[in-house]
C-alpha cells in the first residue's frame, strides 16, 4: 500500500507535463490560426484590390475603345479583320454605308470582297497581298477603285499582319477602308489644271514663235531697205524721214524683244552673257540717245560718272543698256515740262564686301503711290492702269528690268512719292575681266562700219537660201557690197543642188523654205561632205526664227553660225567671220551680244490702194533698176503662190497653204502692198484652223487684189502710171 502515493505522484506528474505540452500546443496553433487569419485578410483585401483595378482596367479599356471608334468614325473610317483560316472578312458597318447598303457590321465572303475590285486593280491589290502574307511587308497602304450601287468608288486601305502562328505565319490582316473619292476628284481636277496650264503655256511659246518669224520677216525687209536709202544720195529732209523710219523700225523690235524676253525669262531659259566691256562708254551711250530727246521737251538733264569707277566692267552689256533705257525712258515719259532726270553711277559694297556698281535715274516726275509701288514691277502693270492713262506703253518694261537685273546677280529698288519723282537704284557686281565684243549699232552706225570694212570678202562667193524676194534682194545688196559674189536657192533641195556645184565659201541659209527646210538642207550638205571628204562649208543661219531654242537647233542640225531676222549687218559680218575663221581651222573670235533697243516716237501710216509706188520709189531713193527688179520678183511670186493656194485647197494640204499664204503675206508686205497683206494672212490663218470654208471664200478676194496689184506691177514695169 505504500507505493500507491508515490505512483499517483507519478502519474499527477505526468499528466501535468502533458497539460503543459498541450497548453504549448495550443498556443502554436493559435499563432498559427492568428498567422492564417492575418494571411486570410490579407488575401481578402489583395482580391478586393484587384478586383477593383480589374474594374479600373476595364472601365479604361471601355473608354479607350469609346476614344477609339469616336477617332474611327470621325475619321470615317470601315475597320477590317480577315482571320486567314475562315477567308471570312469582318467589316464595319461603316463599309455597308460606303456601298450604298444596310449600314451594319457583319462577315463578308473574301472571294465577294475580291470581285468588287477593279479589274484593272486587281492584279495590284494581290500582289500587295502577297507581300503581307509572304512577310515581304508588315504594312501596306493601297489605293483601288470598289464597286457599289452607283458606280466606282476610290478607297484608301492600311493593312497590316495581326497574328503569326508558332512558325511564324500569318493568320490574321486587320486594318481601315477609307472613302478617297474626294481627294482622288481633286487630284484629277488639279491634273487637268496643270495639264491646262501646260497647253497653255504651250501655245503662248508657238504664239510667241509666229508671231516672231511673221514680224521680223517684213521687219527685216524694212530696216534692210532703210539702211540701203541711208547709203543713197539724201536732202534733209529725206534724211529725217529715214531717221524716223530707222526709229520706228527698232521701237517695233524692242517691242518684240521684251514679249520674248518676258516668256523666255517665266520659263527660266534666259541667259546672261559675262563678258567684258568699257563701262563709261555704254552708260555715255546710252545717256546720249535720251540727252537730246530730254533737252528737247525740256528737261532738265545730268549724268554723273564716278571717279572710282573702273574702266572695264564684267557682265552682260546688252542687257544693262536694256536696263538703262526702259528706267530713262520712263523717266522722260513721266517727267513734265520743266522737271529734271538725273543719272548717277558709282561704286557700293555689297553685304559680302564685294564691289558693286550703283546706277540710279531719279526724275522729278508724277511719282508712284505706295499701293501702285507693291505692283509696279508686275507684268503688264502700269502706274495709270485707266483707259484715260495720259502715258501709254505695254506695262513690260520695269517687269522685265526688275528680272533680268536679278538674273545678273543684282537687285533694283524704288523710292518714290506721288508728286516727287522717282528714284531707281540698279546694284550690280562688277564681276572680274575677260574678253569681249561691240554691241549692235543702229543703222548710220552700222553703214559707217560696213564702208569701212571695204572689200574684205572679196574674191568670196557666197550662196543665199532665201524663198523671200525682197530679203534676197536686200542679202545680196548687202553681201555685194562687202565684195561677195553671190549665188540663190530659193529652197532647201536648190541649196543643197547649187552647193553640190562647188566653189561656194559660205551658205546663208534661212530656216523656214518651202518643200525642204533650211535645217532639212545642212543636214543634207553635212551627209554629203563626209560621204566625199570634202571640206566643211560654213553654213549660217539667217532666219526670222528668234525664239528660245532656235539657235541650238540651228546649231545642232550642223550650222557653223546664227542671226536673227532684221538682220543686222554687223552680227551678220561677225557670225561669217567667225564661220570662216574656224572653218580654215582657226580658233573663234565671237561673242555675240544682244541688240540694243532703241525708242520712236512716230509709225508709218498704212498704205492705201493695192500698191503705193510712189511710197516704194522713196524706199528706194529713186532707184529704178532695184524698183524693176522688186517689180518682176513680186509679179512672179504672186502668180506662183496664187498657183500653189489654189492647188492646197483642193488637196486641204494645210501644211502647203500655210506656207504659201504665209510667203505671199510677207512679200506683199515688203512692197508696200499692205490690203493684199492682210488678205493672206487671212489664208494663212484659215489654213491653220483648216477651216476651208472660211479659206474658199477668202480666194476670190485674193485673186481679185492680185489682179489689181499685176495691173499696178505691169504698170510700173511698162513705164506707166497704175490705173486707178
Known sequence: MSDIPQRLALDLQRTRQELQRERERTQ?????????????????????????????????????????????????????????????????????????DIAMEGYWSSADLQERIHPEDRD???????????????????QYRVRTADGWLWVESHGMVAEHDAQGRPLRLMGTLADISERKLAENESEQ????????????????????????????ALMGLTRLLMDSPLNPEQKNWLELMDSSAHALLSLLNDVLDLSRIEAGKLSVEQVRFDLHQALREVGALYAEQARAKPLG???????????????DPGRLRQVLTNLLSNALKFTPRGGRIQITADLANSVGGARQ????????????????????????TQADASTARRYGGS??????????????????????????????????????????????????????????????????????????????????????RLGFTVRHARDGQQAVAQWSEGDVDIVLMDVQMPGTSGLEATRLIRDQEIR??????????????????????????????????????????????????????????????????TTAKHHTPAAAGALDVDKLRRRLDGDEET?????????????????????????????????????????????????GARLAKGLELAARAKDWSLFERAMPLMQAEARSLDAALGALLNGRPPAA
Open 532 to 597: 566625199r571628204s570634202l571640206p566643211h562649208t560654213p553654213i549660217v543661219a539667217v532666219t526670222a526664227n528668234a525664239m528660245n531654242g532656235d539657235r541650238e537647233a540651228c546649231l545642232a542640225a550642223g550650222m557653223d553660225g546664227y542671226t536673227p531676222k532684221p538682220v543686222s549687218p554687223l552680227a551678220l559680218i561677225r557670225e561669217m567671220d567667225d564661220a570662216l575663221l574656224r572653218a580654215s581651222g582657226m580658233p573663234s573670235r565671237l561673242l555675240a551680244s544682244e541688240p540694243v533697243p
Open 395 to 480: 506695262g513690260l518694261g520695269l517687269a522685265i528690268c526688275s528680272r533680268l537685273v536679278k538674273l545678273m546677280g543684282g537687285r533694283l529698288e524704288l523710292q518714290s512719292a506721288l508728286g516727287q519723282g522717282s528714284t531707281f537704284t540698279v546694284s550690280l557686281p562688277l564681276g572680274e575681266a575677260s574678253p569681249s565684243d561691240h554691241a549692235p549699232m543702229t543703222a548710220p552706225a552700222e553703214l559707217d562700219e560696213l564702208a569701212q570694212a571695204g572689200q574684205r570678202f572679196a574674191g568670196k562667193c557666197a550662196l543665199v537660201a532665201e524663198d523671200h524676194p525682197v530679203n534676197e534682194l536686200l542679202m545680196t545688196q548687202m553681201l555685194q
Open 124 to 142: 495590284r491589290i494581290d500582289a500587295l497581298n502577297h507581300d503581307l502574307l509572304s512577310g515581304v511587308q508588315q504594312h501596306a497602304v493601297s
Open 28 to 100: 502554436k496553433l493559435m499563432a498559427e490560426l492568428d498567422r492564417q487569419n492575418a494571411e486570410l485578410d490579407r488575401l481578402r483585401s489583395s482580391v478586393h484590390r484587384e478586383s477593383n483595378s480589374r474594374l479600373l482596367a476595364e472601365e479604361a479599356l471601355d473608354e479607350t475603345r469609346d476614344h477609339l471608334q469616336l477617332a474611327v468614325d470621325a475619321a470615317r473610317l470601315a475597320l477590317w479583320d480577315w482571320q486567314l483560316a475562315t477567308q471570312q472578312v469582318f467589316l464595319t458597318a461603316r463599309w455597308g454605308e460606303m456601298l450604298g
Open 301 to 315: 538733264w545730268s549724268m554723273e560718272l564716278s571717279p572710282a569707277l573702273p574702266a572695264q566692267m564684267q557682265g
Open 627 to 675: 524698183l524693176r527688179q522688186l517689180a518682176l520678183a513680186m509679179r512672179t511670186d504672186l502668180a506662183e503662190r496664187l498657183q500653189q493656194l489654189g492647188m492646197a485647197l483642193q488637196r486641204r494640204d494645210a501644211d502647203h497653204a500655210v506656207a504659201h499664204a504665209h510667203g505671199l503675206k510677207g512679200s506683199l508686205g515688203s512692197m508696200t502692198a499692205e490690203r
Open 357 to 380: 556698281l550703283r546706277l540710279q535715274v531719279q526724275d522729278s516726275g508724277v511719282g508712284i503711290s505706295p499701293k501702285q509701288q507693291a505692283t509696279i514691277f508686275d507684268a503688264f
Open 193 to 220: 489644271a496643270r495639264a491646262s496650264a501646260e497647253q497653255a503655256s504651250r501655245a503662248k511659246s508657238e504664239f510667241l514663235a509666229n508671231i516672231s518669224h511673221e514680224v521680223r520677216t517684213p521687219l527685216n
